[in-house]
């Protein structure tokens, strides 16, 4: 089922059943009264990504305080996605964007990992969090994906679970072409790996060309930015073996 973008969309931490009222929390409230100047019996959807997504008629029972009692579901919530999105952090702007769009493409974990050349890093998870948060209210999604501790990409490898192929894109890699070498991917648990704007070194590119488990593909004759090259690899990744197909 299609979103309905025509309704404000709000995510809230609530269990979300008939009839039980949730209450804004105070930025919420803020949102709803004083920037959307919602009055009572106003409509908007809610989800928590596990209730699936509601409508939700808005009352307030005080000045400061704003309830929203569940009307009616309006989708199911989705199987959550089993795509891990491992990515070197970019600097800030890029790494907002980078986020958002890794949400919009259907990734189910974000997993930040320190390479030799990363330039950015992360130094307010909750920030992140609430990046995802914001992306899903606004494109759609149902699904919040969990947003994992930074770690080093020696220490990831090292205790990957070989059922789960890693797909990473190789700068360096003589091929233009990812399609042949997706087309050869039988696993169904994946996890696309993209590195910082400097590049993977090359004792990392030895590694992870070393391991069984890995996948290099290149992503065409051009020269893409990080947070270029994740989104063009999640599509194709998507369109190839992924949930377009």
């Known amino acids: 089922m299609r979103a309905n973008f025509r309704m404000q969309r709000l995510f809230v931490t609530s269990d979300i059943k008939a009839g ?23 409509e908007l959807l809610v989800f928590n990504g596990r209730d699936g997504e509601w409508k939700v008629s808005l009352s307030f029972p005080s000045r400061k305080r704003i309830l929203l009692t569940p009307v009616e579901e309006t989708r199911p919530q989705p199987a959550p996605s ?26 189910g974990l974000l997993q930040p990992v320190m390479t030799q050349h990363v330039q950015g890093k992360i130094t307010n998870l909750d ?80 590694l992870l060309r070393s391991l069984d488990f890995v996948t290099a593909i ?3 004759p051009r020269i893409l930015r990080a947070d270029t090259a994740a989104v063009a690899a999640m599509a194709v990744i998507q369109a190839a073996i992924g949930d377009w197909n």
């Open 20 to 42: 039980l009222s949730i209450e804004a929390d105070q930025d919420q409230f803020n949102y709803l009264a004083n920037v959307l100047r919602m009055e009572d019996g106003a």
């Open 82 to 107: 089993d795509l891990h999105y491992l990515f070197a952090p970019l600097k800030v702007g890029r790494l907002d964007y980078l986020v958002q769009k890794a949400v919009e493409m259907g990734a």
């Open 127 to 206: 920030k992140v969090k609430a990046n995802v948060i914001e992306a899903a209210e606004q494109c759609g999604i149902l699904g919040i994906p969990d947003v994992a501790e930074p770690v080093k990409l020696a220490d990831l490898l090292s205790q990957w679970p070989r059922e789960r192929r890693i797909i990473y894109c190789d700068e360096g890699d003589a091929g233009q072409n990812p399609l042949p070498l997706l087309a050869k991917v039988e696993e169904k648990h994946l996890a696309l790996l993209v590195g910082p704007e400097g590049g993977f070194s090359d004792e990392e590119r030895a």
């Open 218 to 220: 290149p992503l065409g």
